[in-house]
């Protein structure tokens, strides 16, 4: 029976008995609709016969009129109509034919035969008229043959009318048969279908009251399932659970809330709550609360939650977190509440806002800390800056008896060549004062003091040899000029390189730097060495001018340094992957291995007592790490050392 009434069963029977009443329903409209297409269709076939056999025989009578008439008055307008109008008359009969093949079976060969010969003879009498041979026409068209072949024609094309009607008689006849069993046919479905719908209906109504039966069980079953799961979970729960009647009196009691009061469920069920394990200080306001609950339906603590202090069985008082809330059973109230022990919680709060208060000193503590740290963060930046420019200014004090022989070369010659000049100017003003006579005289137009004066002039031009003396000023002037060139160049290396560094990098070709510093120890390196310089055209890097000239001013003599008499310094630049790389090579004493790993160190230093600080490596390799760079060593004890500084090339060549 379950399986007859299944909700999947019934769904599918009804789908199924709808689709059949649909598809029995369409057949029917399909075929009626059919039936009355074809009667519609019967009945234009009836008119168009009766239509055609009018046609048939008005033609017919307008070709024998014609062609009579033609050999009565010997007018061819008559045949011209003849012609127009027998095309007509042999469409229609053909059409007629279409209509009803039937209708001309029996006498259709001896009817067109007639029509045949009677097209034969109006022709032939239509030719005589052309030939003028009027009688002869006449003859034929009004002879008995004519007309016996006229009568033939008449009765085929009357039998054949007839014929017509009979045939649409008979599809209409078998039309109105089919609209019989059609009537019969649909009656029958209809009763067939209204008996199957009483079944179906009827099914359907046990399988609701089934369902019905079935739903009200399930419904009794899950009631019965939530009431075991809510007791499950509040005998399970983790905080106490008690429920009150409307006075007030235990009714479920959970075992947290044994655990939690020291009272067992059977012990405090049907007791007063306000007499168990709420203090006797609280209880006229629990009574209170309870009444005017239930006169008003109004309470403070109704769906709050708040804290309230409990009694335990022993005696002693404990605060609980409680949630309060009431329902109605039967129109009577209930009151339910969540209880739970929040004493432990409370003195983990307390133990946090103690945590808490030595959080904020320690907190307190650790930023006056942070602001010593960055203090001293920044004395020390400030040291390492003073460093820095204590070494560039060690440096150039090194340099400073070089950097004045460097400018003293100049400047002696430059003073050499300035006394010269003075003797030289001297020499012009003799010739200038010569020449002042020599105009006075020519514009006096004496011409025996000019005789004297020219004299004069050319004794003056020999004793201080002239040509010479102009020759030698030019020169003289530009070696002067280039000397002072020198110096100017030497002071504004000097200026560069001793300035400060702000913290912006700017951009700059490696090989000016070098250069500029060349410029400034070029006396600490050529009596001692031969340079050599190999530049291959590196593209811009971003850097502190100053700072990566103390790089290379260290690193190259550093270089003269290491050679004993003399020898050779090698300065090469090129591009090595993403690395603008600067080249300072020696052929000096070189540097052990065990002694390698040290040199970069703050203090260490190779060189005897008093000739070095041990900074100069150290400041140098900081700087290039600040730069984002390297340097490598190598060096081979006899042969000499070579320093790589690798910078960086800036990030838009990097991508390229």
């Given amino acids: 029976m379950n399986k007859i009434i299944s909700p999947r069963f019934s769904k599918r029977t009804l789908g199924f008995a709808l689709m059949g009443t649909s598809v029995i329903f369409l057949w029917l409209c399909w075929y009626a609709y059919g039936s009355y297409q074809a009667i519609k269709n019967l009945d234009k076939e009836a008119l168009k016969i009766e239509e055609l056999k009018g046609v048939i025989v008005h033609l017919d009578e307008v070709l024998t009129m014609s062609a009579r008439m033609a050999v009565a008055t010997g007018d061819l307008k008559w045949e011209e109509r003849y012609l127009k109008f027998e095309p007509q008359l042999d469409a229609a009969i053909k059409e007629s034919i279409v209509l009803s093949p039937e209708a001309y079976e029996g006498m259709a060969a001896q009817t067109d035969a007639a029509n045949i010969k009677l097209v034969e003879m109006e022709n032939q009498a239509f030719s005589f008229i052309h030939q003028s041979r009027v009688k002869e026409a006449q003859e034929i068209l009004f002879g008995k043959e004519y007309e016996k072949q006229k009568h033939i024609y008449a009765q085929g094309m009357q039998q054949q009318t007839i014929q017509l009607r009979k045939h649409a008689e008979k599809i209409l006849q078998a039309e109105k048969e089919n609209i019989h069993v059609l009537i019969f046919i649909i009656v029958l479905v209809l009763f067939f279908l209204v008996a199957i719908w009483i079944i179906i209906l009827n099914f359907i109504n046990r399988w609701q009251k089934a369902m019905a039966q079935t739903h009200q069980k399930r419904s009794e079953q899950a009631l019965q399932r939530s009431e075991e799961l809510s007791h499950s979970i509040i005998e399970t729960a983790n905080d106490a659970f008690v429920s009150l009647d ?287 310089k190999e530049y291959d055209e590196l593209p811009l890097i971003k850097c502190h001018v100053q700072r990566l000239g103390q790089v290379f001013m260290n690193l190259i003599i550093n270089a003269a340094h290491a050679i004993e008499d003399e020898g050779k310094i090698t300065i090469r630049t090129f591009q090595k992957g993403q690395h603008a790389c600067v080249e300072i090579s020696d052929t000096g004493k070189g540097i052990p291995k065990d002694k390698l790993q040290k040199i970069f160190e703050p203090f260490y230093t190779t060189k005897p007592v008093g000739q070095g600080t041990g900074l100069g490596l150290s400041i140098s390799y900081e700087i290039v790490k600040k730069h984002g760079g390297d340097i490598v060593v190598q060096s081979t004890l006899g042969q000499g050392t070579t320093f790589t500084v690798m910078l960086p090339l800036p990030e838009e060549l990097k991508r390229v």
Avoid at 340 to 352: A, F, Q
Avoid at 355 to 370: I, Y
Avoid at 452 to 466: A, D, G, Q, W, Y
Avoid at 508 to 521: A, F, L, N, P
Wanted: net charge negative; hydrophobic share 35%.
């Fill in 246 to 532: 409307k006075e007030g009196k235990v009714i479920q009691w959970n075992k947290k809330a044994e655990d939690m009061f020291g009272w067992s469920k059977e012990e405090i069920i049907g007791e007063d709550l306000a007499n168990t394990i709420i203090p006797r200080q609280h209880r006229d306001a629990h009574r209170n609360g309870l009444k005017h609950f239930m006169a008003t339906g109004e309470g403070p603590v109704i769906g709050q939650t708040g804290e309230l202090t409990a009694l335990h069985r022993d005696g002693h008082e404990f605060l609980v977190e409680i949630k309060i809330w009431c329902s109605q059973v039967k129109k009577t109230y209930q009151y339910h509440a969540f209880l739970h022990d929040i004493t432990l919680h409370k003195k983990k709060e307390k133990e946090m806002q103690r945590l808490n208060e030595e959080l904020k000193e320690s907190e307190g503590a650790a930023r006056r800390m942070f602001l010593d740290v960055q203090k001293a963060h920044e004395e020390l930046k400030e040291a390492q800056t003073q460093l820095l420019q204590s070494e560039k200014l060690a440096s150039i004090g090194q340099l400073a008896a070089g950097v004045a022989h460097e400018i003293n070369n100049p400047i002696g010659f430059v003073n050499s060549n300035i006394h010269t000049l003075e003797e030289y100017a001297m020499n012009y003003l003799k010739i200038l004062s010569v020449v002042e006579d020599l105009k006075k005289a020519l514009e006096e137009k004496n011409m025996e003091e000019v005789g004297v004066f020219v004299k004069e002039m050319e004794k003056v031009e020999k004793e201080i040899n002239l040509d010479f003396m102009k020759e030698d000023t030019g020169a003289l002037l530009e070696e002067s000029k280039k000397g002072l060139e020198r110096v100017k160049k030497i002071v504004l290396d000097l200026r560069t390189f001793a300035r400060e560094d702000g913290e912006e990098r700017v951009s700059i070709k490696v090989e000016d730097v070098i250069e500029s510093i060349i410029g400034i120890i070029n006396n600490e390196i050529k009596y001692k060495a031969e340079l050599e």
